[in-house]
């Protein structure tokens, strides 16, 4: 018994004695890394700033430390429309944005955030992971020096708020309307006049009368900026972002200078920090809504005629820009391929299974 006792000791003391010698062994094979990243959105908004800071933690913990990211809200460093620029030219390592913000560089980008009548938040996650989304889209930012990941979707968004009820399409003749990338293109063939504003200057600009109407994101976001103080009507379906992307963008070069096990860090990372994001939209919307509407705001469907025109003008603008640029045809015709296989799917089980649902539920049958 004595003998069986003192080796099991000793075994415990070997294995003690190798965590003792492989802790700073590892340790030591970590480097100490801390890098910047920019965000495009306030602090105030916790969904999305707060999914970059989701993000970091995440880093900072499965690093032990070792690899720390700094997250800075829109303006700090750069203005909130200027995080890819400072992300490409090595102003910072890393950013925190959507890429249809810069539409204007190349309309290609905004399939790595959302383009009209595209795909789910589920479906993107799909195409990225399952799909050639990845692939395409990483040929895409590797000449401005960017490596892309996912980081956050919100679902699908609502159409926005608005001054005056939209009835017909010739209500939108003028309508000088915040919403950004290729969204802001298709409005415009329907009589919207788009401006491109960032998250935090929407509000004061529709106080001011500068704008008629504003979309956003959806009821969690919304409610805390407070379109419906100075816009009562809500629409719905915002039918330019079925299911937004938010990402993160690395500078390529220095990303590539990570360890690898780095590297696959910032991957889990944005993988768990992109599921968290859209599980508080999803908890939060619903409650949030409720609230705008006990408050005054009234919700209302875009008229058939407006979706019919968005869906004629889209489909328009993607062979126009798919004419000038191999590179969107090239992207454009995968994306559209995955949904077309995507959608009879998903209307097929989760659309009679969430209409059958509400229909109940409205009935007031208690499960």
């Known amino acids: 018994m004595q003998r069986r006792s003192f080796l099991k000791k000793a075994g415990m003391g070997m294995v003690a004695g190798t965590a003792a010698v492989g802790a700073p062994a590892l340790a030591q094979e970590n480097p100490s890394i801390k890098w910047r990243m920019a965000s495009s ?4 908004l916790p969904a999305l700033f707060g999914t970059s800071e989701k993000f970091v933690k995440y880093v900072n913990e499965a690093s032990d430390g070792k690899f720390v990211i700094d997250v800075f809200p829109a303006g700090e460093i750069v203005p909130a ?4 620029d400072a992300v490409s030219n090595g102003t910072v390592q890393a950013g925190h944005t959507c890429g249809y913000y810069y539409f204007g560089k190349n309309p290609a980008y905004c399939f790595d955030t959302a383009v009209p009548f595209g795909l789910t938040a589920r479906q993107m996650m799909a195409w990225i992971l399952e799909g050639n989304g990845k692939a395409l889209l990483r040929e895409l930012f590797e000449p401005i020096n ?8 919100t679902g699908v968004q609502m159409g926005g708020w608005y001054r005056k009820e939209i009835n017909s399409l010739a209500d939108l003749k003028g309508l000088k309307m915040r919403t950004s990338g290729f969204a802001g293109e298709v409005l415009a063939r329907l009589g919207v ?14 106080e ?25 009507y809500y629409y719905y379906p915002g039918f330019w972002e079925g299911g937004p992307q938010v990402s993160a963008y690395m500078n390529k070069g220095e990303f590539e200078k990570l360890p690898k096990n780095y590297q696959a860090i910032v991957e889990a990372a944005c993988m768990y920090a992109t599921a968290n994001m859209t599980a508080v939209y999803d908890a939060h919307n619903a409650g949030a809504l409720r609230r705008l509407i006990a408050g005054g705001a009234v919700l209302k469907e875009f008229p058939k005629e407006v979706l019919d025109a968005g869906y004629k003008a889209s489909v328009e603008l993607y062979k126009e820009f ?18 077309d296989d995507l959608a009879p799917w998903f209307n097929l089980v ?6 059958y649902l509400a229909y109940a539920i409205s009935q007031g049958r208690k499960a």
């Open 350 to 355: 989760e659309g009679s299974y969430t209409r």
């Open 81 to 84: 429309l200027q995080v890819m």
């Open 41 to 44: 959105f306030p602090r105030s």
């Open 322 to 339: 798919s004419d000038k640029d191999p590179m969107f045809k090239k992207i454009h015709d995968d994306y559209m391929a995955f949904r």
């Open 208 to 232: 001011k009368g500068t704008l008629d109407a504003v979309e956003f994101v959806g009821p969690f976001d919304d409610e805390k900026l407070g379109f419906n103080k100075v816009a009562k």
């Open 146 to 153: 960017i490596v892309n990941f996912p980081l956050g979707n």
């Open 193 to 206: 006049i788009p401006q491109q504003i960032a998250g935090g200057d929407i509000y004061p600009s529709l």
